[in-house]
């Protein structure tokens, strides 16, 4: 089954002609079910064929993120966040469509940008403009108003206030009515924060000979450029002298200031100002048209480009694609994987294309033999994706592999809920999952860009299941937030006589202990999971201690022979007999004849000893302890204990050296005696032949197949044992048919390829047992597999090399199944540490709240200590602890279960998908 192991491939050689290519392929981008090989690896990129193609989807892809930048500068204009369903392949003559309607819609948007953009500048100059020529008039106002107060203080001062405010009377650097003083001014806009800076230096360079007026600009500037607001002031220098003022004008022009000029005379301003207002009235009416049809043109943009996006991304997907083919006049020929099961599909989807180009001449798709391993693929839903996602993170599965994530879905939540065993976190854990699931489609449809909630996301089925078994091991462990619950009543009574000695004690000495003889009603345990008394108990951490370490052997025995188990269904799938005697065998003693016996005096002893004869029950390590050292048990478990436990040692002890020296021997006897191997290999079946033309005419189908027989029976003939399915197409079936043979003229012959190619024919030819994972069906010769034999004939035998990797495989088995079964001791670490935090939790901080016996206080303190309570909970033990049960789950998984069966060599099947291309544009 496929859920088991990765799904069957096959190479395949695919011959298209030249007009139908770019439909075909876009069919299979569609189905997403072929993962096509580069046939030109020594080529450089930017020498295929194709490349002009792609170029120009990157142009296109270029003039989209441009227009997308404009779109989303428009804060009231949304781009539609659905990605559109376009089933169907963008025909090639929509590239040049798409391009020039991209071509002319970026150069409207960029004339339309200019002109904003000279529009927004000529507005802002105007606006400083109308801001210098009201500060100034105020400025003037004042300068006559000192005028004339210095006048009548004193007339020296008023000479003096007239040489240096009087600008009435003179120009800017001009002449004032012919006399010798020489007055000017320099006016314009400074940012604001330049300003200091601007006033230090005009005084150090001009040494204290200007005089600067300054007044801010109250209301923000926009920066036609940038978008930004700009803060500025208007300022106006008085100077004296042609030489000052050139100083001030390097100034200014250093600090970046806009000068503006200021006329002479009162009238002239005013006159100005008007002038200056028109302007902007005008300009403003120009701007808001100009801006509103920008709006227009980008809102009919932004309901088209997600579209746009997916068909250019598609297009550039295929010319890409058609840059890994091997291009000649007539025909592109490329190699792919391709999943067995999907041929039917696949070769719909190449009829397809070939009728939407209206070509006459099918595609040709032929099984190419190799020895090659294949790519993975396992199948999975949105529900096993999170499952098969742990799986790859280890290591992908060798093809054919047995693959742990069906048994994952159940093992690894609840080796988790072991160590999380709690109603409440459960609970709540489950619950968050369980809205995760809920609003799926719209967190899907949303794209968050936050990694660490989409991480939690993906695994949402995960999260719940974790969740849900936390809730069935918190019942078994009656743990509920460190509470237990007293749902069928306890099995626990005091007997009359302690309680009427309890009733004179005081409330300090309360303390009594009881004999299950007298205390156990019915001598029957509790319904269901651990009895509540346990929570009130004095001695609950030793009986909860001895307990879980003792179940978490129990699970770890189990968990381990699983997987050693897993690995005779890799064996017998692979063909590997061998393997199955010297490895799983001793294996399975060793595992199962040591720790399995351990596991089986833990029940026993459970079963065995109770509260009547507890007290000469053996302990366990003591007698495990014994056993190694062959000491005859001082307390016997059961009768003939020791004989067992020196047999079990005994076949342990054997297993080491079966397991070291069995394998290397038998494939060195092999190696020495090959014509028993060749004998054997003789009589596997031949791999059938797999010809696939397309549509083949009913009375050229018998004599096609007769003339592969005879070529593969001359085949079999010069190779003997090596399997022939070399994939046959031929220039023109009239040599066989003797018909019309319409539509096959411009196919050629794999034969002629290889020469083309320079590929030789015995290099494509696989033997029996170089693969032993055969297909079920017998057309899949080039499916490939593990190695089911030991290699071809003339492969170089290394009997010290083999020796060597056996024996650090038994090592590390035998040293592995001892601190393995160590490793699943963090089971109940963890599990007591849990629930050891989640008690110091309620006592400290909780049961503080709970402590009031009056209304009034308790009910003011009982909020802000369950907040600090409920947050506590959430961070340490739901995410701290949730995270540390899950990396330890997982390396359970990795270490300790998937070691036995489980090699993750393989590669993952990337098929070319238009569907991951347009989810993840970003990814090679």
Request: proline share 4%; with cysteine; hydrophobic share 45%.
């Amino acid at each position: 089954m496929a859920l088991f192991r990765c799904e069957e491939m096959a190479l395949y050689q695919l011959f298209l002609q030249s007009e139908a290519a770019y439909n075909c392929v876009g069919e299979m981008g569609e189905i997403g079910l072929v993962q096509f090989r580069d046939m030109n690896p020594d080529v450089n990129a930017f020498q295929r064929k194709f490349v002009n193609e792609v170029r120009r989807c990157e142009e296109m892809e270029r003039k989209l993120r441009f227009i997308e930048k404009e779109v989303k500068k428009e804060a009231h204009i949304n781009i539609p966040n659905n990605v559109p369903d376009l089933k169907q392949v963008p025909a090639a003559r929509e590239m040049n469509e798409l391009d020039n309607q991209l071509e002319k819609l970026e150069n409207e948007l960029r004339e339309l940008l200019s002109n904003q953009e000279q529009l927004q500048k000529n507005f802002l100059e105007l606006t400083e403009l109308k801001q210098v020529l009201l500060r100034t008039s105020i400025f003037f106002q004042e300068a006559d108003s000192t005028r004339f107060a210095a006048a009548a203080r004193d007339d020296r001062e008023h000479e003096e206030g007239e040489a240096l405010l009087d600008v009435e009377g003179g120009a800017s650097g001009g002449v004032a009515g012919g006399g010798t003083n020489k007055l000017g001014v320099v006016a314009g806009v400074i940012k604001r924060e330049l300003l200091g800076a601007f006033e230090r230096v005009l005084w150090r360079v001009c040494r204290g000979n200007v005089f600067l007026k300054h007044a801010d600009i109250e209301e923000p500037l926009t920066d036609p450029t940038t978008g930004d607001s700009l803060l500025k002031c208007v300022f106006i220098v008085f100077f004296q002298g042609e030489q000052l003022g050139n100083r001030v004008k390097k100034i200014c022009e250093g600090f970046r200031a806009t000068l503006y000029p200021c006329p002479e005379q009162t009238a002239e301003r005013r006159e100005m100002l008007k002038g200056v207002e028109a302007r902007i009235a005008d300009l403003q009416v120009v701007l808001d048209q100009t801006l509103s049809h920008r709006t227009r043109v980008l809102e009919s943009a932004a309901a088209n480009l997600p579209l746009w996006f997916v068909k250019v991304r598609k297009i550039k997907s295929i010319y890409h694609t058609l840059n890994l083919f091997q291009v000649s006049q007539k025909y592109l020929q490329v190699q792919c994987w391709i999943p067995i099961t999907d041929i039917p599909k696949i070769q719909a989807a190449l009829d397809k294309g070939t009728s939407d180009a209206g070509s006459s001449v099918p595609s040709v798709l032929s099984q190419v033999p190799t020895k090659e391993q294949p790519p993975t693929f396992n199948r999975t839903n949105k529900f096993t994706e999170g499952f098969q996602t742990i799986i790859d993170a280890y290591g992908v599965s060798s093809y054919r592999e047995m693959n742990p994530m069906p048994f994952t879905v159940i093992t690894f939540p609840f080796l988790f809920a072991v160590m999380f065993g709690d109603c409440g976190h459960g609970l709540i854990m489950a619950l968050f999952a369980g809205l995760l699931i809920w609003k799926e489609k719209d967190i899907i449809a949303a794209k968050s860009k936050n990694e660490i909630f989409m991480m939690f996301f993906g695994g949402r089925y995960l999260i719940f299941l974790m969740g849900v078994f936390s809730i069935y091991t918190g019942i078994l462990y009656n743990d509920l937030f460190s509470k237990s619950m007293n749902i069928f009543g306890s099995q626990w009574a005091i007997p009359q006589d302690v309680a009427k000695t309890l009733a004179g004690y005081s409330d300090n000495t309360d303390t009594v202990e009881l004999d299950p003889k007298d205390s156990f009603k019915d001598k029957a345990p509790y319904p269901f999971g651990l009895d509540p008394i346990w929570q009130v108990a004095d001695n609950k951490l030793d009986f909860l201690n001895s307990f879980k370490m003792k179940l978490s052997v129990i699970l770890g025995v189990m968990h381990m022979l699983f997987g050693v188990v897993l690995s005779l269904l890799n064996h017998t799938y692979f063909r590997k007999p061998l393997n199955v005697i010297a490895e799983f065998i001793p294996q399975v003693l060793f595992l199962g004849g040591l720790f399995g016996y351990l596991v089986f005096m833990i029940i026993y002893k459970w079963f065995a000893f109770d509260y009547t004869n507890s007290a000469s029950a053996p302990q366990l390590l003591i007698t495990f302890t014994d056993m190694f050292m062959l000491s005859a048990p001082d307390d016997e478990l059961y009768s003939g204990q020791y004989t067992v436990q020196v047999i079990i040692l005994l076949v342990g002890v054997a297993c080491v050296p079966w397991m070291l020296f069995v394998k290397p021997t038998v494939l060195y006897m092999r190696h020495r005696n090959p014509a028993a191997v060749k004998g054997q290999r003789s009589n596997l079946p031949h791999q059938c032949l797999a010809v696939e033309m397309g549509q083949l005419m009913d009375n050229s189908l018998p004599l096609l197949t007769l003339a592969v027989f005879l070529k593969l029976r001359n085949n079999r003939t010069q190779r003997k044992t090596r399997d022939l399915s070399t994939g046959l197409t031929f220039k023109n079936l009239n040599n066989l048919a003797g018909d019309d043979g319409e539509g096959t003229e411009g196919l050629i012959s794999n034969d002629e390829l290889d020469r083309e190619n320079g590929i030789g024919g015995d290099d494509h030819v696989i033997s029996p047992d170089t693969h032993g994972a055969h297909s079920s069906n017998g057309n899949a010769p080039g499916a490939g597999g593990h190695g089911g034999g030991h290699g071809d004939d003339d492969e170089e035998f290394d009997f010290g090399q083999i020796m060597i990797l056996q024996a650090i495989h038994t090592i590390e088995f035998c040293l592995g199944c001892i601190s393995h079964t160590a490793s699943y001791l963090r089971l109940w670490a963890l599990s007591l540490a849990h629930a050891e935090l989640s008690e110091v939790l309620w006592s400290m901080v909780m049961s503080i709240g709970l402590s009031y016996d009056s209304v009034f206080p308790g009910i003011l303190i009982l909020p802000p200590i369950f907040a600090a309570w409920a947050v506590l909970t959430l961070a340490i033990l739901l995410l701290m602890e949730g995270l540390s049960a899950f990396l330890h789950a997982l390396r359970l998984h990795w270490v300790e279960f998937q070691s036995k069966f489980y090699h993750g060599e393989g590669h993952l099947f990337t098929p070319f998908s238009f569907k991951h291309i347009v989810e993840n544009p970003l990814e090679d």
